[in-house]
């Protein structure tokens, strides 16, 4: 094992009090080593050097599970999921979850294909698709116990999206950097329009990762009024309860 998957080994323990196996920890290298090799063609991620692919990529999706328990169940959607985080290594770790990977730009999804049939992840379906046409897909409306994103929107455009995919009673988690607090602030009249409810905000400290990160925890608590999201782009132009 490299130094660096000790250290993920090792960080997960820590912060999770999980045990990776060496068949986890196997499949975070070959899905490093395929992240850089994929990035040589096309711009996946700006973060390739292999500690930070470790801590702001492995690590950082995996303390989703500081929100939603050691061993989270039931259906789970990660929108906006880039080159397929935080939900495969997610799936990596937990594999009793069935997963959603949503994506628009056609390359990330394809590479998120090859991540999940290469390392043979069951349960996994891939979307290239926009989060704003999800949320009114009948197979996927209301549907999922958890919507999870990261680094895709602010607070107030990002409710928009997650909340009307979870059933009533399910959960969001959204990762956010040091402004997440602010953010939920700046989102209180999107939660109220989409039935939403904060319930947790959790922070997080990495290794090696100066700023502390946020994973604020939503509640779906009332059904989202049958319209939202609106069509794509708006949510992003016209963020809910701030310029509607």
Not at 89 to 107: F, H, N, R, S, Y
Request: some cysteine.
């Amino acid at each position: 094992m490299t130094r660096e998957y000790r250290g993920l080994r090792d960080a997960v323990l820590t912060i999770l009090g999980v045990e990776l196996t060496p068949k986890q920890l196997e499949a975070f290298a070959w899905y490093a080593q395929e992240l850089r090799a994929w990035n040589e063609r096309f711009n996946l991620t700006a973060i390739t050097d292999p500690e930070e692919v470790e801590a702001k990529h492995f690590l950082d999706s995996l303390t989703c599970l500081l929100a939603m328990g050691r061993q989270p169940r039931g259906r789970v959607i990660d929108v906006g999921t880039g080159a397929g985080f935080p939900g495969i290594p997610l799936k990596i770790l937990c594999p009793q979850i069935q997963l959603t990977l949503v994506e628009a730009t056609g390359k990330k999804a394809g590479f998120c294909r090859h991540v999940v049939d290469s390392l043979g992840l069951e349960g996994v379906e891939v979307l290239h698709a926009r989060a704003e046409e999800v949320g009114h897909m009948e197979a996927h409306r209301e549907a999922y116990d958890w919507a999870l994103a990261r680094a895709v929107a602010p607070m107030p455009v990002l409710v928009e999206y997650l909340l009307p995919l979870l059933r009533l009673g399910g959960r969001a988690v959204a990762q956010k950097g040091e402004t997440g607090p602010a953010e939920v602030h700046d989102a209180e009249g999107a939660l109220r329009i989409l039935g939403g409810r904060v319930e947790q905000i959790i922070p997080v400290e990495l290794p090696r990762v100066a700023e502390t990160r946020y994973l604020v925890l939503v509640e779906k608590v009332a059904a989202s009024p049958a319209r939202y999201p609106r069509r794509a782009g708006i949510p992003s132009k016209r963020p809910l309860g701030m310029a509607d």
